[in-house]
């Protein structure tokens, strides 16, 4: 049964064998977001996963990882990548070819994707892009130079 804590919609966790702690909602959400072993996303199979958490500032050359996850900030050339995920505070800028690009945030520069891109309704695509497959949710944008590749 709920106490009253639960019932104003506070999250309550125990601290100790003598009770529990009531953390106000906001902070709830965040200590589920935290406590989420989903979030930020974890590689299922041993894949090299980087993941750029927000306000962190990334610049310079990353090699060989095979998904890079992005909340802050990343100005680098990204080589020997397969998979980018940029959330929705996310930035990119730099240069790169990938094998899947998922876009909720910004990525600014060259991106050539051999299969699919997807921008999300808050994503925002700008440079010189190339991709096999394109989806672009409404709201979505691409600006630049814009084209499709044959797949070969």
């Keep these: 049964m709920p106490d009253a804590a639960e019932e104003r919609g506070f999250l ?15 902070a709830g959400e ?7 072993f989903t979030y930020p996303p974890k590689p299922d199979d041993g894949t090299r996963c980087l993941n750029v958490g927000r306000g962190i500032t990334l610049s310079g050359e990353v090699t060989s990882c095979d998904k890079l996850f992005i909340e802050g900030s990343v100005d680098v050339k990204l080589t020997n990548c397969r998979i980018i995920e940029i959330a929705e505070a996310g930035l990119f800028k730099g240069s790169t070819t990938i094998d899947e690009a998922e876009v909720r945030g910004r990525f600014e520069g060259d991106l050539v994707v051999h299969n699919r891109l997807l921008i999300k309704a808050t994503g925002r695509v700008s440079g010189t892009i190339r991709y096999g497959q394109i989806e672009i949710e409404c709201g979505g944008q691409i600006f630049g130079d814009i084209q499709a590749q044959s797949r070969s």
Excluded: E, H, M, Q
């Design 12 to 26: 309550t966790k125990p601290v100790s064998a003598a009770g529990t702690v009531a953390i106000p909602p906001r």
């Design 30 to 36: 965040a200590l589920r977001r935290f406590t989420d």
